[in-house]
């Protein structure tokens, strides 16, 4: 059973930086793409930043050049560098990920991130 465990997030002030890590268990399958999404009160889930195996990077308009998404494809571990934070940044920021050989996409549970003016 493919499981997504994220960790990281918390509370920082405006301008600050937080990293969140995503690490995927359960499957010997490599990853094809991993990524985050995030969700504000009221608002639809958006895309924040995603990578695939081959190293091809997408970033949400609202983030590029404050975000940075990498991974260790070791370990099924994807990351995600936020820099000069914003208080609209705050939501909940889930990790996605699909890999080669299996059907599905897969979630985590979310973390929060909270960014204070």
């Known amino acids: 059973q493919v499981q997504l465990v994220e960790s990281g997030g918390g509370l920082v002030q405006a301008g600050g930086s937080l990293r969140l890590s995503c690490a995927a268990s359960?499957?010997?399958?490599?990853?094809?793409?991993m990524g985050w999404y995030r969700q504000a009160p009221g608002k639809q889930r958006e895309l924040v930043a995603a990578?695939?195996?081959?190293?091809?990077?997408n970033y949400g308009d609202s983030v590029k050049g404050r975000f940075t998404v990498s991974t260790d494809s070791a370990k099924n571990t994807v990351y995600l560098q936020m820099n000069s934070l914003k208080p609209e940044d705050t939501a909940v920021y889930s990790c996605?990920?699909?890999?080669?050989?299996?059907?599905?996409?897969?979630w985590g549970q979310g973390t929060q991130v909270t960014v204070s003016s």
């Open positions: 996605n990920a699909n890999f080669w050989g299996l059907r599905y996409d897969y």
């Open positions: 990578i695939t195996s081959r190293g091809s990077t």
């Open positions: 359960g499957t010997t399958f490599s990853f094809k793409t």
